[in-house]
């Protein structure tokens, strides 16, 4: 694949020109773009294949799909195995590679397998943008939209403005690419960078695996972006040979006279260990500030910090050593090949001697459905999200840390920085060859056969939007709501392709009597309003944070702030995601107010809708955040009912 260079162009504007399909690329225009590659999760991917189906299509359209099954691996009840049935047949139907389970954490798999430079990438999975370790356009969404960029159908975003995040410098011993990251998390915080791309510059970048380059990507999404980019060198050449697929090797970076719209700069020799505490990746301290804390679990994995070097770095750290007595130690190689590879190299004997125990390749303890923390438990842990109750214990803490800090703290049970280890890692550096054993890949066979097994339902469908919109303020939420907080995930994924069983979770965390309120006003012909603060919807893709809410008759979202992913999936499903304009409109709505959208179509046109507050006796004005092919698809009651026209 050639890219065409022009003068002064990033990285991220260069890979975007190339795959243009609709409009005018310039910084906050609606654009779509064509997309190369498709990835889907076992969670998200039953819905984006029953969407699929939808649409009546023989065959998948874009040049590479993949069905991941990585996320609900734990078989408790049928409904897993089922799920993981479908997944395989319609993939085999449907022309779709599907990776069983145990192959290994999406991401991870497919950095290591798949992701090539300049390529365009769309997953079901807020932490698609992994792949921009490897110079790839590799974006985020909901399972919709995933399902019609399988169908063909360009893919819409804002044209982004680019932040050169310049490296200068090299990392010290024991500190790592996950400090990095949560010192790009301490400067820009978790909101207000909707779409923005994070582009790593400097001489910096070059001291830098795929590997850890793709750790730093990974937690882009944690403060908001559309995706983070690195250049394609020839460290993307070391690892691509090392994988067996130096052939899609070719040099892309930004021009040297690039000019992005900020830049900001970090040194990375100044750097020391740092962690992310209760309850969000950006409320960052020093591990020096935390030393001595007491802990009891410690975890390493996830698709953030799971790779071969990762998990070889943590194993030097225990090597001869033993996980305190008041310590739990769980290790989760990220994919089947890391798995092959610490079993030849004897690093998995290490972290077994040591006192680990060795998880399933898989997301596991990330999404909460194993592993959960004990009462007042504190976890530290080397995955990317740290949500309140997002592990299953409620009362829990849970700090993110890099595998070095995990490492030595499980020896300590205690808070500890990883170069008081003493530990020499400077051997450590990315193998020439990997373990290459591609037989966890199930290829399409075209046959015909689909199987569904009860749990399965089709997707549940919304009526077009009405003029006038009535209801109440089912819901009042504050600041930082997440997909977790809407729509939990743990021992209720199961359900995720039952909608009517999962809707009866929505805001289970929050406020578990809002599904039977939403039911009720829905079936006596009214609709409910959610009223939200600031970066409403952060986290996780899942679209079921917006289909479950319209199942149960949610009209609209009146926020401060939505977050990129989540309103998309708003407007696919037909829920309006309109924006407050001041904090006091925001503080004068209370929790069972009556309210009503009055000339609601026509308020499309221009975006400017008032809400009357009928209890309060009072009006006030939002904007709607949405495109010109959102307000069509809002006005359809979804992008389903506008495709099927």
């Known amino acids: 694949m050639s890219i065409i260079i022009g003068m002064g162009k990033t990285l991220c504007y260069k890979i975007l020109s190339e795959h243009l399909a609709e409009g005018k690329l310039e910084k906050g225009e609606s654009i779509r773009i064509r997309v190369d590659q498709t990835l889907t999760q076992d969670a998200t991917g039953t819905m984006a294949y029953l969407e699929f189906e939808s649409l009546g299509l023989e065959r998948v359209k874009n040049e590479l799909a993949l069905s991941y099954v990585d996320h609900n691996t734990i078989q408790v009840g049928f409904e897993n195995f089922d799920d993981h049935e479908y997944l395989r047949t319609v993939a085999d139907r449907k022309g779709i590679i599907y990776s069983r389970a145990g192959n290994g954490i999406c991401h991870q798999v497919h950095l290591e397998r798949f992701a090539l430079p300049g390529k365009t990438l769309l997953g079901s999975d807020s932490h698609t943008p992994t792949a921009g370790g490897m110079a790839s356009f590799a974006v985020g969404a909901g399972g919709l939209d995933v399902a019609l960029a399988m169908a063909g159908i360009p893919f819409e975003i804002i044209a982004p403005k680019v932040i050169g995040i310049r490296l200068e410098g090299k990392l010290r011993p024991f500190v790592s690419a996950k400090d990095v990251i949560l010192a790009v998390l301490e400067h820009f915080g978790v909101k207000g960078n909707v779409n923005t791309v994070f582009e790593y510059i400097g001489d910096g970048v070059k001291t830098l695996s795929v590997p850890e380059r793709a750790t730093i990507a990974n937690m882009g999404a944690e403060c908001g972006v559309t995706t983070s980019l690195f250049p394609s060198d020839e460290n993307t050449r070391a690892f691509l040979k090392a994988q067996g697929r130096e052939e899609g090797y070719f040099p892309l970076s930004a021009d040297e006279d690039a000019v992005y719209d900020e830049v900001y700069t970090i040194d990375l020799s100044t750097l020391e260990p740092l962690a992310a505490c209760p309850h ?32 070889k770095k943590a194993a030097k750290i225990l090597e001869g050593r033993k996980v305190a007595d008041t310590v739990s130690l769980g290790v989760a190689p990220g994919s089947r090949e890391v798995l092959l590879m610490i079993t030849e190299d004897g690093t998995l004997e290490t972290l077994v001697k040591a006192g680990a125990r060795i998880l399933e390749s898989a997301c596991g303890f990330c999404i909460g459905n194993h592993q959960s923390p004990g009462t007042d438990g504190v976890s530290l842990r080397t995955s990317n999200r740290n949500f309140y109750a997002r592990s299953g214990t409620a009362s829990a803490s849970l700090y993110l840390v890099s595998p070095e800090t995990a490492a030595w703290s499980a020896v300590t049970g205690v808070f500890s920085d990883p170069k008081d280890s003493g530990a020499d890692l400077s051997a450590i550096t990315m193998p020439e060859k990997f373990i290459i054993d591609d037989s966890a890949f199930i290829y399409p066979k075209f046959r015909d056969e689909i199987k569904r097994g009860p749990n399965i339902g089709n997707p549940p469908e919304n009526q077009a939007m009405k003029d006038i919109i009535h209801g109440h303020a089912v819901i009042k939420v504050g600041d930082k709501i997440t997909t977790d907080h809407i729509m939990p995930a743990g021992a209720r994924l199961k359900y995720r392709s ?49 289909i479950c809410p319209m199942y149960l008759g949610v009209k609209a979202v009146c926020a401060l702030s939505i977050e990129r992913i989540h309103q998309a999936n708003l407007c696919n499903f037909g829920i309006l995601p309109l924006i407050f304009r001041s904090e006091d409109d925001y503080d004068s709505i209370d929790e069972g107010d009556e309210l ?15 809400l009357r507050n009928i209890t309060k006796g009072k009006e006030m004005t939002l ?19 506008e495709v099927r026209r």
């Open 280 to 311: 969000s990746p950006g409320n960052i301290k020093k591990v020096s500030e935390l030393k001595g804390m007491a802990i009891n679990q410690v975890l390493i994995g996830s698709c953030t910090n799971s790779s071969y070097m990762d998990l």
């Open 498 to 546: 039952n909608i009517k069983k999962y809707s009866e979770f929505v805001f289970e965390s929050v406020d578990p009597s809002f599904p039977s309120r939403a039911a009720e006003l829905r079936d006596k012909g009214e609709g409910s309003f959610i009223i939200a603060g600031a970066s409403y919807g952060q986290g996780s893709s899942r679209e079921h944070a917006a």
């Open 596 to 610: 009503e959208l009055d000339n609601a179509i026509s308020s499309l046109k221009d975006g400017v809708f008032i």
């Open 623 to 641: 904007t709607l955040m949405a495109s010109e092919d959102q307000k069509r698809m809002l006005l359809a009651g979804g992008r389903l009912n």
